[in-house]
Structure formats: structure tokens, C-alpha cells
């Protein structure tokens, strides 16, 4: 924990998933989620990156413990293929439904062995499973629905079991047809058992859930997580910061929200910065003056991203920053933007989505990361 110049500990925390006093208000989104994993149901949640995702993930799952509940946590993000995911979902059941098992190794052997091809090793943190396939020319898909299986003898009546598989939209890039294996599997073999699919990509996650032909249709019920209410994140902000022993007035945790576009991870790292200043109470200019510290801060790292860029993405972006646009290819557009045709503007957009630097929000396109939008709006 770093401390604030005037001595006091900053309350706020922006780098990594918070728990407990530092978790922004997410009480209903938390209740539902937990509620839904002790009763066996399914959740597709569908959340923006910074938006307190896994915070809430985490939040949930130590409500489940604390009722008895056995959860685990796969992360897909870095998985390649079908042997990559077979894999982290392997060792995030031995490392959580199966969590019970920890020292007591030969009780652990036992029940991988049910999983054949599995060796276990003992390690730091826990055990790890490895995974040899079952045959030369596996697809893997034996080897998941094993796993799965795991998961659901892990559980019982006093013992609901559950499993989060965050960043679940890399299955649709990794192969088409690993969906449908999810919708077999919580279908046929998962009964009783919590899965919640996890997404970064809405279009993508909404694509897989939703529609005539959608791979995951019916598989479960979705919870969106939108921006928390500025009234409520005020509250909060100005809550946090008095109980490290710092004013916040009503008016600078307005303007921090709107500053940080209420997305919450971008709000904590915000208030971090304004809580640092020697001033004793954090008003707007203490807010301005935070502003102007974050983006000194990540200046090189946005100069990196912007020189990365072709020269339509950087018009495209520098125009998005100064303003939304609910269309790219209107004139007024193209005029501000100084792109010269529809077709380039559309292709820019296209690859700027892919890559998550412009996102659809409520007043039309915009930058994603609101502080690079600051700082290209203060290039122009």
C-alpha cells in the first residue's frame, strides 16, 4: 500500500481486482451472481474491460466460499488452441472445485486419475495438472468434457459447485465449434453445476449468446455490467477518501467521474492520484491537477500506441476524442475527421475495433481508454 504525502494510506486501489471496502458499489450485480452460482444456474456475463469484472468475479466467489461453495477461475486470454484450454480448465479445477484436495496429495492422485493422461505436481501455490491426450490425434474434446466432469463430482447439496471461465470469447477464435461443446456439456453432463462465462467482447459475447443459431443460446441467464450510477460512485468516492482521512467534495467526484467517463478502473486510478496532493481537502482543482499527473505519466505510452497507428486511425481517433460520433461516414464527420472518403473511415473504424482502442458507447463511438482520449484531444 503506498501512502499519500500528508502520511495517510490512499484508500483507493486501481491496479489490480479489489475485494472487500475497495470494491466500487456493485450490490445488486454481486447478490445476483453469487445467488446464481450456490443455486447451479448459469451466468453469461458480459462486461467491458476496467469496468470491474473480475473485482466482481472475486467478490462473488469469496461469497460462495464463505456459504460452503467450491468455485474456480479459468482465464482463457493467453489460450491458443484446444489443448491450451483443456489445460487451463484442468488446473483451474484442481485449483478450485477440487481446492478441498490441497495436502492431501494422495486423495488429489485418486481423483485425477479419473482424468486419464493427467500427471500432478505439487507446487508453491497449489497443485498443478498436466495434460497428455488421450490419443495421438486428439481434438481435445474428450479431454474437456473429463475435466468438466470433475467439476460436477466436486459438488453435492452442502458443497455447490461452480466454475468461472473468464475471457470466454477466445473459444470462438480458437475453433467455431468449441461453443457448442460449452452447450453440450451444461445440456447433458452439467446438471446442478454453475458456469459462468465470462466476456470482454460484447458483440462478440452477444453473438454467442443470443439470436437464431447462436451456439450458446439458452445456456443461461446474462448479467451486463454497465458504468455504476454517478450518484452512487460519488458516494462511494467520497467515502473511501474519508475513511483514509481526506475530504472529497461533492463536486470532485463529479467531475472524476466525468473526467474518467465513469468507467471505474480509470474513476480508482483518478481518485489515487488526487488523494497523493498535499492538499487537505480533494476539490476540482485537486481533480485537474490529477488529471494533468496521469497523463504525463502514460505520455510515452500513448505516444507508442498513437505512432503504432496508420495515419486514417490517427485521424479517426483524434477527431473521436474531441467528440462521440454516432456516425463516421456523415460529411460533418468526414469534414472534422480530414478523412477523405466513407470507405476510409469505415475501414479505420474496423480496425480500431478489433483492436479495442474504439468501443460503441451511449453517444456513439468513442475513444476507449478515456485518459488516451485526453490526450489526443489536447494534440489537436
Known sequence: MRYASCGMANPFEYSDPVTGESFANRRAELQTL???MLSGQNVVLISPRRYGKTSLIMNAQ??????????GLANLFWCRNR???AQELANAVIRGPLGWLKGKVEEARRVISALPGASL????????VSLSPFQPRTDWTAEIRHVMRLVREA???????SLVIDEFQKVAEIDPALPGLFKSLTDLEL?????????????????????PGAPLLGVGEILTL???PEGEMVAFLMHRSAAGGKEMTEAAGRLLYKRARGVPAYVQRLAFEAFESDAPTIDEISVERAVGTVLKRERQYFEVIYEDLAPNQKS???ALAIEPARSITSREFLDRSGLRADSSAQRALQALDASEKVELGPDGWQVTDPFFALWLAGMV
Not at 464463505?66 to 468455485?71: C, S
Not at 459438488?155 to 459447485?161: I, M, V
Request: net charge positive.
Open 191 to 211: 446438471r446442478g453445476v454453475s458456469l459462468v462465462l465470462a466476456g470482454s467482447r460484447r458483440h462478440v459475447m452477444h453473438e454467442l449468446h443470443s439470436g
Open 316 to 318: 479517426l481517433m483524434r
Open 34 to 36: 453469487t445467488t446464481r
Open 121 to 128: 505436481s505439487v507446487e508453491k501455490d497449489g497443485y498443478r
Open 155 to 161: 459438488g453435492s447439496a452442502e458443497h455447490p459447485a
Open 226 to 228: 454497465d458504468l455504476v
Open 62 to 71: 469469496l461469497r460462495v466460499r464463505r456459504r460452503g461453495g467450491r468455485t
Open 83 to 85: 489443448q491450451d484450454v
